[in-house]
């Protein structure tokens, strides 16, 4: 079956634009999550989203920071104002909750530079 | 509080010779889930092996196995006849009571032929 993916898969901004980030999981998965990984780094977490409600966004970074999910399924990662440190690879994984070992899978992410 | 340590940035292994990826865990969650993960030069993360934190038996997914000890907090991955093709990073990631990965800083393996 289809695997996570994401859109666009690169994007390049000027310092101080608005950019979108999106993610299609894989279908029937309930949880939803964004990770960050910046150069040579492991990943950072952002954001998860059980459902079109999310109970942790404990790792988004700053208030520039925002990301919605709507009909259980497609989400939106939006991050205003960006700066030269928001640059990194963005990564969406999707997990089922019943049962088994919740292992998230991961789409392709996208990369993300600011001039 | 979670934390994964990963000691060793870069490792280079003779092909077809067994290697061991070191993990070491920190948690105050009595049941958890480890997991390893690989990332080819392409990028995509890809699922390799999961431990949880009640499993008695070590797992083990064809040429991959995970040296569970609950006691030393550590969750090492072998490998085992390596193969050319197992030239990525590799990163250890633990769930805990909230469903989110907490990862390590990685390892880059190189097999060598």
């Known amino acids: 079956g289809a695997g996570v993916s994401q859109s666009p898969s690169n994007k390049v901004t000027e310092k101080g634009k608005d950019v979108e980030l999106r993610c299609d999981p894989i279908?029937?998965?309930?949880?939803l999550y964004w990770y960050r990984q910046s150069l040579g780094q492991g990943l950072e977490f952002l954001i998860y989203?059980?459902?079109?409600?999310?109970?942790?966004k404990s790792g988004l970074p700053s208030d520039r920071f925002s990301a919605e999910r709507t009909g259980g399924s497609v989400s939106t990662l939006t991050i205003q104002r960006t700066q030269q440190e928001d640059s990194a690879v963005y990564l969406c994984?999707?997990?089922?909750?019943?049962?088994?070992?919740?292992?998230?899978?991961f789409g392709p992410g996208t990369r993300l530079t600011v001039t | 509080a979670q934390k994964i340590t990963q000691t060793q940035p870069g490792m280079f292994v003779q092909e077809k010779e067994a290697v061991t990826l070191d993990c070491t865990y920190d948690t105050s969650d009595q049941s958890y889930g480890l997991f390893w993960y690989k990332q080819p030069s392409s990028g995509e993360m890809i699922f390799l092996i999961y431990q949880g934190s009640y499993d008695e038996q070590n797992a083990t997914e064809g040429r991959y196995s995970l040296n569970f000890q609950k006691a030393r907090k550590s969750a090492n991955l072998v490998i085992s006849a390596s193969q050319l093709g197992d030239s990525a990073m590799y990163f250890c990631?633990?769930?805990?009571?909230?469903?989110?990965?907490?990862f390590g800083t990685g390892t880059r393996l190189t097999i060598i032929p």
């Open positions: 994984a999707s997990s089922p909750i019943e049962g088994g070992t919740y292992e998230q899978y």
């Open positions: 989203f059980q459902g079109n409600s999310a109970p942790d």
């Open positions: 990631a633990m769930r805990g009571s909230t469903w989110k990965l907490t």
């Open positions: 279908s029937g998965h309930t949880a």
